[in-house]
């Protein structure tokens, strides 16, 4: 009797014991790491979008899901011409503020013609007077335009020269694309992902394997690396993973030999993901280890033409599943590739820098206020 007390009494603590130890647990986890539907409460910057036209229904969806916007005037003959682009930022910025910033950019029209670069001096003295937070170069610059003799110019073209030094001056950010993802360069059957077989069907211009006379992915992204060595405190952020995204190795590597640059994820969490099915420790290391330097990002094009709520809930969708594979370890399936992947569990203090705290930091704290 007394023996069988003792043990019920013992076997009592113990589930004490076990259920405050399950409770601290619980804590602990809630206390390290965000759960699926903290996504609407989470303050949130997407530090990568095209956001043309009024874009209502959009700023409608970014409130209700808590998220800041970066959009960025790009160089693209698809979007609106560059003033319209530059317009329409200050007007969301003004009409949203603290809710959305703005990347100027310049125009390569005229590149070979004497006196292009006070032309995109003043276009940069515009963006800039508009309240612009960066410039962006595109990839335009290594892959399309050439000079009078027919030659690529590179990204450390001498023409470009005073661009750079004038924003390492001023410490404005530089957000460089240059070249594109390494599938661009793939026969078809050899690319990791759909969405890059899609995108170089539909824009031969652009896919390098089918123009041997263009320059090769290591020569555009060598051009890049020598810039960024002459201009040793430009404040450069390369977008989509700096076009490594094929092995978190190699961004590892980049942001090694560049200390102050940064990356963003935009389009390219998808080659997180594809990586993730069979190497998802190594990206979630990746991701741990550079928690101070990766920006979260969707690439989101907005269309003025195209203000919906079907458009709008279509990017509510693509934060929402970004959302999910940061922060949850869910089984998740991409239309990208068959195999399947787990989210990546991430840390809060880590989902916070990727999601706003690099952003702040990068594009200063009055981008957003
Ligand atoms: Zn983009």
């Known amino acids: ?57 959009l700023l409608a969806a970014a409130r209700r899901d808590n998220f800041r916007i970066l959009t960025l005037n790009v160089d693209y003959p698809d979007f609106p011409p560059l ?42 003295d515009a ?28 990204p450390d073209d001498a023409r470009l020269e005073p661009i750079y030094s004038r924003l390492e001056r001023e410490h404005v950010v530089l957000l460089g694309h240059q070249a594109e993802p390494l599938n661009c360069w793939l026969p078809f059957e050899k690319m990791t992902v759909r969405s890059d077989r899609e995108y170089f069907r539909e824009h031969p211009q652009y896919y390098m394997a089918a123009h041997p006379e263009m320059p090769s992915h290591q020569s555009i992204l060598a051009a890049r690396d020598r810039m960024l060595k002459a201009h040793p405190a430009l404040r450069f ?31 390219r969490m998808v080659h997180l993901e594809y990586q993730a099915v069979s190497r998802r420790s190594k990206v979630q290391r990746f991701l741990i280890r550079y928690q101070d330097r990766i920006l979260y990002g969707s690439d989101d094009a907005y269309g003025a033409q195209e203000d919906t709520e079907t458009a709008a809930a279509q990017v509510h969708e693509d934060w ?46 009055d981008a957003w206020h």
């Open 1 to 57: 009797m007394r023996a069988a007390r003792r043990f019920a009494l013992a076997a009592g603590l113990a589930a004490a014991l076990l259920t405050s130890f399950a409770r601290a647990q619980g804590n602990s986890a809630s206390e390290r790491y965000y759960r699926l539907d903290d996504f609407r409460r989470v303050t949130k910057i997407d530090a990568h979008m095209h956001v043309h036209g009024a874009a209502e229904h």
């Open 83 to 124: 003033a319209e682009q530059l317009a329409d930022a200050i007007t969301l910025k003004q009409r949203y503020p603290g809710r959305v910033a703005f990347a100027g950019t310049f125009s390569v029209v005229g590149f070979n013609e004497p006196g292009w670069t006070e032309k995109a001096q003043q276009q940069i």
């Open 127 to 154: 963006a800039l007077a508009g309240g612009a937070v960066g410039i962006k170069i595109w990839k335009n610059i290594g892959m399309a335009l050439k000079d009078r003799d027919g030659r690529y110019v590179l």
């Open 237 to 267: 952020e390369g977008v989509h993973l700096a076009s490594l995204e094929w092995d978190v190795d190699r961004v590892a590597n980049f942001l090694d030999r560049f200390p102050d640059a940064r990356v963003d994820v935009a389009a």
């Open 320 to 365: 929402l599943r970004d959302w999910r594979f940061l922060v949850s370890a869910d089984r998740l399936h991409s239309e990208d590739f068959a195999l399947s992947f787990r989210g990546l569990h991430l840390p809060k203090a880590v989902v916070d820098k990727i999601y706003r705290r690099n952003a702040e930091a990068l594009f200063g704290p």
